[in-house]
């Protein structure tokens, strides 16, 4: 057994497993049902023949449709979010919330700013 | 650079809100004290926002309503000029296009801006992932592990500049030198933009004639720069 660490989007995780990666869907927020991965009212059917438990993360981050980039020799695997969850949140029209720190270290919230017009405005120093 | 907008316009209901997408605070730290910043001045390492708003470069502007709405598609608004004989964004439409919004003299956008929003497909969420490995990768020291992925994260999503430019200080590659100049060059010799600015406010010859600039002396500003780290 080897420690893994797979980062979903801004968290990271450590967990063992072998030389393939294998995780159990309730790290990512899944539970395995009879009616398959549910999350909230959601489930995702999971073909028949995929025991329950830990599951290949290939296989899971197909059936999530969340991209995943994995490293088997650094033993670190990464998830994005589903290409089409952004989508879909950006052509709602509503602008997705964030909280983010400032140089002190305080965090501020985007929706801590409704009633008011806001410019958000994306730079670096690079 | 944004204070002026933000002290004049705040009585008006508006805020701004700068996020500096970079390493480490201590990355736009001179930029924001230099400024002087009476907004919230936010620090994203991790490259949230630019998920969230499938952001593909810097600066991009994105107007808010009231009521957490997008109003406008995300914009190129360079708000002081000083380099804009180099940017060739000259600033006198977008901010005016700001103001006029921020009094309710004009709408947001003349478009459709759900219509006029780009969003990222697998392949560009895939780099995504795999920049967030490199990064990861790059934090434990593990620097050529780390190089794979910033590689691949670019070649997957060769137009997202906060990937392929914003990854180089972390690779110790200077985002201002030839590396940089390359890039930009073959992205421009496949007819492609490095910048993608809405029409309705795009710079015309129109604003340097309204409101000429001056030659930025780049000496100068390279020791303006030195001097400010």
């Not at chain 1, 489930?43 to 059936?63: E, F, Q, S, T, Y």
């Not at chain 1, 020799?73 to 909280?99: I, K, N, Q, W």
Request: net charge negative; hydrophobic share 45%; charged share 25%.
């Amino acid at each position: 057994m080897t420690t893994w660490t797979v980062i979903d989007e801004q968290q990271s995780h450590l967990l063992e497993a072998g030389d393939t990666l294998v995780l159990d869907p309730s790290l990512l927020g899944w539970q395995r049902k009879p009616e398959g991965l549910c999350r909230d009212e959601v489930c995702i059917p999971v073909p028949a023949d995929v025991p329950p438990g830990a599951m290949d993360a290939a296989l899971l981050a197909r059936l999530l449709q969340r991209p995943i980039v994995i490293d088997p020799d650094e033993h670190v695997a990464a998830f994005a979010a589903p290409a089409a969850e952004r989508a879909d949140a950006l052509r709602s029209g509503m602008a997705p919330d964030f909280e983010l720190p400032d140089v002190h270290g305080i965090l501020h919230r985007l929706s801590d700013f409704r009633g008011k017009k806001v410019v958000l405005y994306a730079y670096a120093s690079w | 650079m944004w204070r002026a907008l933000h002290e004049e316009l705040a009585p008006e209901g508006l805020a701004v809100i700068t996020v500096a997408i970079d390493r480490s605070i201590d990355d736009p730290r001179p930029f924001i004290e230099a400024a002087g910043a009476t907004h919230p001045s936010l620090i994203d390492t991790e490259h949230r926002v630019a998920d969230l708003y499938n952001m593909v470069n810097v600066p991009t502007v994105l107007w808010i309503d009231e009521d957490g709405r997008i109003v406008r598609p995300q914009d190129v608004h360079y708000v002081s000029n000083q380099l804009a004989s180099i940017t060739k964004f000259h600033n006198r439409k977008p901010t005016a296009a700001l103001r006029a919004w921020v009094h309710g003299d004009a709408p947001a956008y003349p478009g459709d801006v759900v219509a006029d929003t780009k969003v990222a497909d697998e392949t560009h969420q895939e780099a995504r992932a795999a920049f967030a490995l490199g990064w990861w990768l790059s934090q434990q020291g593990r620097a050529e592990a780390a190089e794979r992925w910033f590689v691949r994260a670019g070649e997957l999503a060769p137009h997202d500049f906060t990937i392929r430019r914003g990854s180089m200080p972390i690779r110790g590659i200077d985002p201002m030198g030839p590396a940089f100049f390359q890039m930009a060059g073959e992205w421009a010799a496949q007819g492609k933009a490095y910048y993608l600015p809405l029409p309705d406010t795009a710079t015309g010859d129109d604003d340097y004639d309204a409101e000429p600039i001056e030659e930025l002396d780049l000496e100068a500003f390279a020791r303006s720069i030195e001097e400010g780290r």
